[in-house]
């Protein structure tokens, strides 16, 4: 599905991927994890056509995605900070990215699930964070998409709608589609992800099974093997 190949980025002096070779099949939840810093939202960022490489390759089913944006249409994508116009409603801001989208929408089901209905005529700039983290989830999901990325999805979520989010990423998983989470809560993690993807100074430095890591390094919960992961790579 997704296939990097050499990728480089460098911001002036500062290289942050370091030659990043990863391939992710179609169909399953990969996590995407690393400290602050290690490349993380610059690879998610690349993939998205939000940041150009200074060399490498992106393909998406065996075509470059570099320098273009027709594929884009195909991501849903769930940024970290749901900064939205603050004079729009919900309603506004839902209609004005449906316009933006030519595609069909469900987003009256996922409006009802995230109790968003007391809001919809609000204004954006007089919710909560966990409103508004609500609302940039309906927005992601309304879409039918064949690859959905989430960049800390589960930020001021309450228990109940954490529980929401869950059921449907695992719904759109049971529909074969591929899903990139990058999350600094390892809870969430071990519940969900099938794989995970390590990063650390902009190379990859492990790829598989939560299991597989759990073993690697000789611990029991996810939380010490990526603890482990970080200290031995800095020794």
Do not use: C
Not at 17 to 26: K, N, S, V, Y
Not at 73 to 80: A, C, E, F, G, T
Not at 190 to 210: H, M, P, R, T
């Amino acid at each position: 599905m997704i296939q990097i190949s050499q990728l480089h980025k460098k911001f002036g002096k500062l290289v942050v991927l370091d030659g990043l070779d990863l391939d992710i099949e179609a169909g399953g939840i990969f996590a995407v994890l690393g400290p602050n810093g290690s490349g993380k939202t610059t690879l998610i960022k690349s993939i998205l056509g939000m940041v150009i490489p200074n060399s490498g390759a992106i393909q998406i089913d065996g075509k470059s995605v570099l320098k273009k944006w027709e594929y884009r249409n195909q991501i849903n994508y769930l940024p970290q900070i749901a900064n939205f116009p603050a004079n729009l409603s919900v309603k506004e801001l839902i209609a004005m990215v449906k316009n933006l989208r030519p595609k069909e929408s469900n987003e009256k089901d996922l409006i009802e699930l995230f109790g968003l209905t007391p809001f919809i005529d609000k204004k954006l700039g007089n919710l909560s964070g966990g409103t508004k983290q609500k609302v940039n989830i309906v927005l992601t999901f309304m879409f039918d998409s064949d690859i959905i990325i989430l960049d800390e999805p589960t930020t001021g979520l309450d228990p109940i709608a954490l529980i929401h989010l869950k059921k449907i990423i695992q719904q759109e998983k049971a529909k074969g589609k591929t899903i990139l989470i990058t999350t600094h809560i390892m809870s969430f993690v071990d519940e969900i992800a099938d794989e995970i993807v390590f990063l650390l100074d902009g190379n990859i430095y492990f790829k598989g099974s939560i299991e597989n890591l759990k073993t690697k390094t000789e611990q029991t919960d996810l939380e010490h093997a990526i603890a482990h992961l970080i200290s031995k790579q800095y020794v």
